[in-house]
Structures are given as structure tokens and as C-alpha cells.
């Protein structure tokens, strides 16, 4: 599968779609950022694509061995117990790696597909009907396009596993359970949850254009740091390299001119 698309960053009408199913309005944005920024931080450090725009993912072994019926637990990198997941480098091998496996046993990209969590919401492939797809594959075409394609599938994994209504209610200790297990308490999960929705919900909400622009430098090779939405040090230090190479009046600002350019170079919509 080709699994490199535009690596479209996250729109305003893809956080309108993604509140709606979830009982929240345009102007309840804090709460997906919070999810975005705590339960996928371990992975996608908020950003749904990679470098080569492919969507960030992690491949789970145990799934496979369990969409597989344990027939390739001679390939203990794809297949076993839980762990072993390796750098976030080689998740894209092992998916490979399990794709392969699949083809020549028969079984079609769905097994390996559904053992894998995908974009900036670290969707699981097995979850696709919730989410709203009519197959991993399906799902995995569409994120690889966008943000908004992989936040609507966040979106509906959410309502479809009954976590709206404690997203909604602030309830932060059921829905780290519910999101992340049992568990969720040693990594202070619900405490992240509250503190970061009260920053968020206090008006501080990252720039989307800003954002752009970072996930537009990133793929550059301007180094911006994290895809935030926040004019930082870094981000102003990679627009001034990127003004410069493009002949754009010298500076460290995101105007006009410097925010089309980008999208421009980038392949985005402005």
C-alpha cells in the first residue's frame, strides 16, 4: 500500500466535524485539544504525519498474532505477546513486514492494518467501523490524506465507545480509564487531562495557521520543534532560514506573503 499522501495538517472545518458527534460546538475546541495533546503525545507529539508524511502509527504485535491466529509467531517482531515495540523509527518495517506476511499467506492488508494505531488520535486499525470507516484500508487511504480525516476518526471512536459524555463532563479519571485502561492512573493520565483543559480552555489554543506553517516547515527541513500552534524560538528561527531561501523580505514573523509561500512549497490548501 502506498501509505505517503499530502499530510494535510488539521483544519478549522476539521475540528468543527470532529466536535459535532460529540455534542460540542465550534467554540468547544478545548476539549479536542486536550485529547490530541495528552493521550497521543507518546507517539505523535501531537502531529499526525511523520517526516515522509506518513501518518504516525505504532504497530502492536499481540493484535497481529491475534488477527493472524498466532500463524506468525515465527517473526517475533510482528508477532507475540504484548510489548516490544521498538523505536517509533521501525513501526513502519514491522507494518511492512506483516503486510508481506499477509500477501504471500493469502489474508489481504486487512490483519496487519488492524493491528496498528494510526495518526495524531492513534486510532486503532481494528476499530475502523466505529471510527466510521468500512475497512482499515479504508481508513488508513483517508488518513493518510489528512488531519481532518484522522481526527474524525478520533471523533467517532470516542462517540462510539460511550466517552463523549465524560469528555464533556470533564470527567477526566473515566475517560483516561476508558481511553487508556485500568492503568491510567500511574501516568497521572486524568491529572494531565484536567490541567492541559484548563490551559487550553483558558483561551490559549494553538494558532492554526501557525500550525500550518510549522507542519509546512517540518517537511521542508526548517527544524520548527514541535507542531504546536505556538510561535516559538524554534519556529521563528526556521521561518527566517525559510524567508531567506524563498527571497522573502529577511525576518522571523509569519505574515502573509511568508504563510502562502509556505503552503505554497509545502503542497497545502492556504
Known amino acids: 500500500m502506498e501509505f505517503v499522501g499530502k499530510g494535510q495538517p488539521l483544519t478549522r472545518n476539521g475540528i468543527t466535524a470532529a466536535l459535532a458527534p460529540l455534542g460540542l460546538d465550534p467554540g468547544d475546541a478545548a476539549y479536542i485539544w486536550t485529547v490530541v495533546e495528552v493521550e497521543t ?113 478520533m471523533s467517532g471512536f470516542l462517540q462510539g465507545n460511550g466517552l463523549a459524555q465524560a469528555l464533556r463532563d470533564q470527567d477526566w479519571a473515566t475517560f483516561a480509564k476508558r481511553y487508556n485502561g485500568a492503568g491510567y492512573w500511574k501516568n497521572q493520565y486524568d491529572t494531565k487531562l484536567a490541567q492541559n483543559f484548563r490551559r487550553f480552555a483558558s483561551g490559549s489554543l494553538p494558532n492554526l495557521e501557525v500550525r500550518s506553517a ?5 517537511y521542508l527541513g526548517y527544524a520548527p520543534g514541535k507542531v504546536d500552534g505556538v510561535l516559538g524560538n524554534r519556529t521563528r528561527t526556521a521561518l527566517a532560514s525559510f524567508r531567506i531561501a524563498a527571497g522573502l523580505p529577511a525576518g522571523d514573523g509569519l505574515d502573509g506573503p511568508t504563510y502562502e509561500k509556505l503552503c505554497e512549497k509545502a503542497g497545502f490548501a492556504a
Open 214 to 218: 510549522q507542519a509546512a516547515l517540518f
Open 41 to 153: 503525545a507518546g507517539v505523535t507529539q501531537g502531529f499526525g504525519f511523520r517526516l515522509d508524511r506518513r501518518p504516525q502509527i505504532l504497530f502492536e504485535r499481540h493484535k497481529f498474532r491475534n488477527f493472524t491466529n498466532g500463524q506468525f509467531d515465527s517473526e517475533p517482531s510482528v508477532s507475540g505477546s504484548p510489548g516490544m515495540y521498538g523505536p517509533l523509527s521501525a513501526q513502519y518495517t514491522r507494518l511492512e513486514k506483516a503486510l508481506d506476511l499477509c500477501q504471500q499467506a493469502g489474508l489481504g492488508p486487512e490483519p496487519a492494518l488492524k493491528s496498528a494505531s494510526w495518526g495524531m488520535g492513534q486510532v486503532m486499525g481494528f476499530n475502523h467501523t466505529v471510527a466510521g470507516f468500512p475497512s482499515a484500508a479504508a481508513m488508513v487511504q483517508a488518513m493518510v490524506e489528512s488531519e481532518d480525516a484522522q481526527l474524525a476518526g
